[in-house]
Each structure stands twice: as structure tokens, then as C-alpha cells.
């Protein structure tokens, strides 16, 4: 073989010794990342099988059949009180307080997945203790969680206002971002019920405080003649929490719409008046 030929073999060598060896760097980072999504897959499913073995030790068929009543719709529910499930979300919190809040949603939007009550109880409360580390873009994310997983009053209550000892992700979320108070009349016209119910019952926190005044106002003019019970009860109860440091403008309010008011929305936001206020509030034209 010529000197021509030679440097051509060495230079075709040397392509392919190249080639090996971005194609083993390649298939080795793939290999890394294919086994760290695995060990991270891994470890969120053991985490979420150790809440759920707690829940399950904890069941009773007593409870899971009196909670029944609480509802109009079959509920999937371990029959844990609440109280329980408090404690359990605060003791299994511990062990996932280190991760970043992108990780910890991700163990909660697994809970919220299955459908149980008490799961997604305490990704509610998992989720709100992570309410320092907010951001806007999380609104998407708490848009999304409504439409998948709220089926119940209980769920969007404790997702939007809160219970078991923290506040509500939603209403805690407006409180950081008050600027996201206009996309509350877009879930008020919904045709999923839980968000129409969402956007009053995330102001119930707020509304303790006296704050968001006119968007308390604004939503229940829009869900004012809502053909859904559990609307009203939750419009009716943002009023009631409105009450508490403006008395006046919402005795005027439901006075001025009290021929129109469903009487459950009425009742409910009336309930701390004073007797002869709810009897004005009450009485038919």
C-alpha cells in the first residue's frame, strides 16, 4: 500500500476509534440518566407506599361508613378521622421536607391520583407547607389539580381554604400573588362545580383577614343564582367570613338580592348577624 493509502487507513481508524467512543459517552450518560430516573421513580413510590400502609393500619370500617353521610356521591375513603390523617401527613412531612418543592408536588399529585380522600388530604397538606417556595408559574399547576382531582367539597375545601392545621394552597397562593384575583370570575363561570366552589371558597381565608374586599363581591354576584347547592353553600360561607369586619355591605348585599338568593346561600351568610339582621335578611317581600 502506497503512502496515499496509508494515511487514508490511519484517518479511517481514527474516525471510528472517535466514533466508538461518543457512541459509548452517549449510550453511558443515557444509561446514568435511565438509572437516576429510576432510583427517583423508586424512591417517590416508597415514600407514598409507606403513607399509604400508615393509612391503612390506621382505617376503620366505623369511620369509613359514618362518612358517608357527609356526602351525596360515593367518596373513596380509608375511614381515618381527620385528625389522624393530620398527624400522619405531619410525621410523614418530616421525611420529605428536604426536597425541593418540585418533588414534593410530585409526591402529592401521586396521592391525588388515587382518588382517596385522606391521600389527598395530606398532599393538601404537604402541598401547603411548601407555601414559602410559591411562584406565579404554580398557578398552572394548581389550575390543573382542580380540573383532575376535585371531585368532592371536602377536597376542594381543603385544597382552597384549608384544614388539618395549614392554610389553603389556593388562598394562601392569592394572598402571595393578589394579581391572580382576576382569574377567579374564569373559574366562577366554569361548568365544573368544584371550580365555581374553588373560587369562593378561596377567598373564605382572606376574607377572615378583611382582605380582597371587591373580588368577595364580584364572585358572589357571579355564582348568585348557581343551580348547585354546594355553590351556594360556598359562596354563602365567603360572605359569612366577609361579614366579620364589613357586616354592613353584606347585610346590604343580600339584602338587595334577597328576592333572587337561593336561601341556602342566604342562610349561610347571614349566620353570625345578629337577630334582628337575620330576620330583616330572612323575612319575604
Known sequence: MNENGERVKTSLSAISAQKRSRDSSHYCVFGVAWL?????????????????????????????????????????????????????????????????????????????????????????????????????????????WIDSYITNWAACDVFCCGGLGKGGTVGTFLEMYPQYLKKL?????????????????????????????????????????????????GYGWMLKEAANFDERTVFQFVTKHKSAMPRTALRYAIEKMPKNLKEQAMKKY
Not at 111 to 139: N, R, Y
Not at 197 to 226: C, M, N, Q, W, Y
Request: proline share 3%; hydrophobic share 40%; charged share 30%.
Open 36 to 144: 437516576l430516573f429510576f432510583h427517583y421513580d423508586v424512591i417517590m413510590e416508597n415514600i407514598v407506599e409507606t403513607v399509604r400502609k400508615t393509612l391503612k393500619s390506621e382505617a376503620s370500617e366505623a369511620v369509613r361508613e359514618s362518612s358517608k353521610r357527609f356526602f351525596k356521591k360515593p367518596v373513596k375513603t380509608y375511614g381515618v378521622k381527620s385528625g389522624e390523617v393530620r398527624k400522619i401527613a405531619k410525621m410523614h412531612f418530616a421525611e420529605v421536607k428536604h426536597l425541593p418543592k418540585v418533588q414534593i408536588f410530585d409526591l402529592c399529585e401521586i396521592l391525588m391520583q388515587s382518588g382517596f380522600l385522606e391521600e389527598f388530604s395530606i398532599a393538601c397538606v404537604w402541598a401547603s407547607s411548601t407555601h414559602k417556595e410559591l411562584q406565579p408559574k404554580d398557578w398552572k399547576t394548581i389550575d390543573r
Open 185 to 233: 370570575p374564569t373559574w366562577a363561570k366554569s361548568k365544573n362545580l368544584w371550580k365555581r366552589r374553588a373560587a369562593a371558597v378561596s377567598l373564605v381565608g382572606p376574607a377572615r383577614k378583611g382582605l380582597f374586599h371587591d373580588t368577595v363581591f364580584d364572585i358572589a354576584e357571579i355564582l348568585l343564582l348557581d343551580a348547585e347547592d354546594m355553590v351556594q353553600k
